[in-house]
Structures are given as structure tokens and as C-alpha cells.
């Protein structure tokens, strides 16, 4: 049983951020957006840790103090800023880089829909910064990443999903935002 939900809960947040991408002028990312999430290393901890009201990786973070799904996931996957970490020989340490507003953008598309699949009924326009609010300063993310994907956020929970897509489009667009 656990197999089939979590099958359909993945399957049900990958079409949705899908759909978001198309919105937002990304198709390409949209069709090729969590595919790892069907790898053995990532599915069956996901059905061993399934819940159905929050990420398996969480699940799995608390019975074995870390999940192996999340690095598996995170380091194939670019809309995470997880992933975007480096080795500065400046500063002699790993720090958060910038991420490319393409990738921001899928970022932004996916919160919504995990908000959507998660919250179900529950879910508002702003649900999703909510929760980016709620959890900020708390993760290594560059600033301007966070203040891009914050934006994007906010657009969407003062005026709604046609002009949040809007306004990513336009970010895309705009060749002098990097």
C-alpha cells in the first residue's frame, strides 16, 4: 500500500510542478524536474518512510539521524539550493553560490506544488511563504537566491498564480538580471 501512495504522491507532485513549469516558460525542466525521485536509491526510502503529510525524507532523517534519499536527491537536482554549494578558496570554506534564475524559477514552481500535494485542502496562495519564511536564516542559501525565490513567493501570495508566472517570465526574460 505504502508502494502505490507513495507512488501517486511523487507521480502527483512531479505533474504538478510540470504544469507550473510550462506557466512559468521553463517546459524543458518541467518534463525532466525529479526524475532521480524514481531511482531505487531515492523510491524505496520514500516507501519505507512514507507518510503522506510530509516529505519520506523527513521520516528518515529521524530514524537514522540523516537521509540518504535527500543527498541522493539533492545532488542530481538543480532547482535545490542545496546543490549549490562550492569550495571558496577566498574565504578557505563551502558556501552557498548563486543559483541561475532558470533554476530558481523550477525552485519556485516546485514549493507550490509540494505545498499543493502536502497541504491539500489546506493549501492558500500563501502557504508556500509561509513556510520559506518560516524556515529563513535557518539554511545556507546565497542571498540573492533567497531574495529571488522570496519575490517570487510573495508575488504569488499577494496576487495570485497568473502574476507570480507573469513576473517569472519577466525575470527570465530580462537579460540584465543574472
Not at 512514507?50 to 532547482?79: I, L
Request: charged letters at 25%; aromatic letters at 12%.
Amino acid at each position: 500500500m505504502k508502494f502505490w501512495k507513495h507512488f501517486c504522491t511523487i507521480t502527483r507532485h512531479r505533474h504538478l510542478v510540470m504544469l507550473h513549469c510550462f506557466r512559468a516558460g521553463i517546459p524543458r525542466q518541467g518534463l525532466l524536474h525529479d526524475l532521480s525521485k524514481y531511482s531505487p536509491a531515492e523510491f524505496y526510502a520514500g516507501i519505507r518512510y512514507y507518510q503522506g503529510t510530509r516529505s519520506p525524507n523527513e521520516g528518515e532523517r529521524e530514524a537514522v539521524g540523516y537521509s540518504a534519499a535527500w543527498m541522493h536527491h539533492k545532488g542530481r537536482n538543480r532547482h535545490h539550493f542545496e546543490y549549490w554549494t562550492d569550495y571558496i578558496p577566498k574565504e578557505h570554506k563551502m558556501m552557498p553560490v548563486r543559483m541561475p534564475k532558470r533554476f530558481v524559477a523550477e525552485m519556485f514552481c516546485d514549493r507550490m506544488a509540494a505545498s499543493k500535494v502536502y497541504m491539500g485542502k489546506k493549501y492558500t496562495q500563501r502557504a508556500p511563504l509561509d513556510y520559506f519564511l518560516s524556515v529563513k536564516g535557518k539554511r545556507v542559501i546565497h542571498p540573492e537566491t533567497s531574495d529571488l525565490v522570496e519575490h517570487f513567493l510573495t508575488v504569488l501570495a499577494e496576487s495570485g498564480e497568473d502574476a507570480a508566472f507573469a513576473e517569472v517570465r519577466r525575470v527570465l526574460a530580462d537579460k540584465s538580471i543574472p
